[in-house]
C-alpha cells in the first residue's frame, strides 16, 4: 500500500516512529527481554567512570578505565590529572592519617610523573603541592580552583571523552538529530527574525542545556585541515575554531566523526526528551496500551519506563556529602548496570486526554482486524471524515475483503470488492485520491486471485486514521512531532541563508525527515509553517535581488541560491576567510562580500572599522 498519512505538515512520521522506536530500545524504554543495547551498556559504564570521578572516587575509576580501555591510560597527560586528583581527594579526607597519606601518595606516584608527563606538569606539580598549606575553605587561595569540587567533575567529563572518543560507542539517531536541529534553531533565533509557530514554546527551553561536556584534552600534534572543514564544524555545531581544529585531530580529519563527537558534547534535558518521547509514543500506537475504563485518564503503558537518564541530567558530584577519599577497590559493574538512586525516573503511565483514549481503542480495534467496527466507530465519530479523506474507508474496506480472502472466502472477497471498493474508486475518478485508488484497487484484486493471499500491515492505516481523529477532536498530536517540524523549519531556513546544502543531514536522517508527501491536505496550525516557509523564500528573493542589482549584478542570477556559490558571483575561499576572520556564519559572509562586490579587503576592513 502506498504510504498513506506518513507526514504532517511536514514531517515524515514513518521515518520519526524508527527513530524513536530505536531510541526507546537504546533507552530500555521497551520491556522487550534480552540484552541491553551494546552501546548504551558501554556508554553506561563510560558514565559510571565520570559519576566515580565527580564523587571523588578516582582510584575505582581508574580501575574501571584500566577494564573498560587501557589504552587511554599511556596518555600520561590524563595519568598525571587523575593521580593528582587522588592526591587532593587524600586531602580532602582531612585528619592526620588523610595528610599522612597524601605525602606518601606524593612521593611514590605523583613526583615521578610530575618530571616529564607533560611541558607544564612540573609548574603544576609545584603548585599543587601549596595544597598542604591552604585549606578548601579559603575560597582566595592560590589553590582554590584545585580544591573545588568543579575540577573534578571537570575532569570526569575529559576522561568521559576521551572514552567515547576511544571506544566508539553510538548515541541514538533521535537524541543527535535533536541536539543538531536545537544548536541550529539557537543560529536562525540569534541571526535571523524569524518567529518559528510552535504550539508549545516551552518545549524548547526545556530541553536546552546550555553547558556543554568539555571533550578529550587536546592531540599535542600539528595538523593540516582544509578551512572547508574546519568552518564546517564550527558552523554546525557552533563553536570556537580551535575547538573544531581540535575535533578533527581526534579523528584524522574525518568530519563526519568530528562533528558526532561534538553532538555527544552537547547536554540535553533526558528526563524532558523521554516524556516527550513516551507521549509521541503512545499517540502513535509504538506501546501497547492496557484496555481501561474511558473514564480515566491515567494511559497505562506496558513497558519498562525506569528510563535511564544519565548524568546529562546534573552534574554528578554535586552533593558535598558525597566526599570519597581517593582509595577504593577496582570497581565491578551491576549485571543491570543500576543507576544511581538519585536520578529522577519515568512515571510508568501519563494523563491521557478521553478522546485520545477513544481514538487509541479504535486504532488497536483496526490492528486487531475488527474493521467494520472500527468503521461504524469513525462514523459516529466524525460523520464527514470518510467524505473528505475517501482514501481511509477504502483501506478499511480493503482489508476487509483481505481478511476475507486469506481466511479462503475467494469469491465473498470478490463480491465485497464490487460492492464498496469499485464505488468509491469510481466517485473519485475526479479528484487527487484516482492514482492512488485505482492502484490500490488493481493491487487488492491481484492478491486476491493468487494462492496464498497476504495480509499487509495495518500500520499506515493506523497512522492515517489517528491523525484525521485528532483533526476531527481538535486535539494538538504529541508535542514531539511539534517540536520537530519547527526545528526542521528552523533547518531549512537556515540553510537557505548560508546558500549551501548540510553536509551532515544524510547522516541524521533529516533528508528522510523531509520526504513527505502533504497533497493530503494538512492542518490549519501547520499550515502556518508552510505559509511562513513561502513568505519567506519570496522576502529573500527580493532582497537578494536589490543586493545584486547594488553590487552592479543580474538580479536574475542571485534569486534562487544553489548548493554552491557559482550563481552568487562570489569567491568561495573568500568567504571562508571571512567566516574564519570575523567568526560570521556563511550565509552573512556571502552578504557582506556581495555589498562590496567580493571584494575580500573593502569587506573586512569596512567590518573592522
Known sequence: MPSLAQSQGGVNLG??????????????????????????????????????????????????????CDEV??????????????????????GSSGDQAALDWVRKQLAPLALDAYADAYNEFKKTLLMFLYDQDQSESPVA?????????????????????????????????????????????????????TP??????????????????????????????????????????QE????????????????????????????????????????????????????????????????????????????????????????????????????????????????????????????????????????????????????????LWRFEVLRMATGGAHDAALILVRKKLTPIVSANMETQHKDRLVKSLQETVSQIMSTKPEMPSPTDLCSAIQTALQDSFGLPGPSLASLVRTLLVAHREWFKKQHCQDIFAKNLGIDVLHQVDDSEGVSPVHKQVIELLAGIEEAEAVARAGMGAAAGADPMELSEPSGDDSELLVNDEHVLQIMDILALPRGAAIDLLIQHNGNLLSAVENVVQ
Not at 530500545?25 to 552501546?39: H, R, T, V
Not at 596518555?75 to 587524600?90: G, N, P, S
Not at 587536546?218 to 585541515?225: G, L
Open 145 to 197: 580552583e584545585q580544591w573545588s569540587l568543579k575540577a573534578r567533575q571537570h575532569l570526569g567529563s575529559v576522561i568521559f571523552g576521551t572514552l567515547r572518543k576511544a571506544t566508539g560507542f553510538k548515541d541514538p539517531d533521535l537524541l543527535n538529530l535533536l541536539k543538531y536541529l536545537l544548536v541550529i534553531h539557537k543560529q536562525n533565533c540569534i541571526h535571523s527574525s524569524l518567529d518559528l509557530p
Open 244 to 395: 573544531a581544529m581540535d575535533a578533527l585531530k581526534h579523528t584524522n580529519g574525518d568530519v563526519a566523526a568530528a562533528f558526532e563527537n561534538e553532538l555527544g558534547r552537547i547536554q540535553i534535558n533526558l528526563k524532558e526528551l523521554n516524556q516527550l518521547v513516551m507521549e509521541y509514543a503512545g499517540y502513535r500506537g509504538l506501546l501497547q496500551i492496557s484496555d481501561q475504563d474511558s473514564d480515566s485518564n491515567d494511559m497505562e503503558i506496558d513497558s519498562n519506563l525506569d528510563s535511564r537518564e544519565h548524568a546529562d541530567e546534573a552534574v554528578p558530584g554535586e552533593n558535598e556529602s558525597q566526599k570519597t577519599a581517593g582509595g577504593g577497590e577496582a570497581a565491578t559493574i551491576p549485571a543491570k548496570l543500576e543507576q544511581d538512586s538519585n536520578n529522577a525516573r519515568a512515571s510508568r503511565s501519563y494523563q491521557c486526554d478521553p478522546k485520545l483514549r477513544r481514538i487509541l481503542r479504535l486504532v488497536r480495534w483496526v490492528k486487531d482486524g475488527k474493521y467494520i467496527q472500527a468503521m461504524e466507530s469513525i462514523s459516529e465519530i466524525d460523520a464527514e471524515l470518510f467524505k473528505r479523506q475517501p482514501q481511509i474507508l477504502f483501506e
Open 15 to 68: 521515518a520519526l516512529d524508527s527513530m524513536v522506536t530505536s531510541y526507546m530500545a537504546f533507552e530500555g524504554l521497551l520491556e522487550e527481554g534480552g540484552q541491553p543495547d551494546s552501546s548504551w551498556v558501554m556508554k553506561r559504564r563510560c558514565e559510571i567512570v565520570r559519576q566515580k570521578i565527580g564523587e571523588g572516587a578516582v582510584v575505582e575509576a581508574r580501575n574501571l578505565i584500566q577494564e573498560i
Open 200 to 241: 508549545d514554546s516551552d518545549i524548547i527551553p526545556k530541553l536546552v542545556v546550555e553547558e556543554r561536556w568539555p571533550g578529550p584534552l587536546p592531540e599535542e600534534r600539528s595538523a593540516d585541515f582544509q578551512e572547508r572543514d574546519i568552518q564546517a564544524i564550527v558552523q554546525a555545531v557552533n563553536i570556537p575554531r
Open 73 to 94: 591510560l599511556t596518555d600520561t597527560r590524563l595519568e598525571f590529572h587523575l593521580k593528582r586528583q587522588v592526591f587532593i581527594e587524600l586531602l580532602r579526607a582531612g
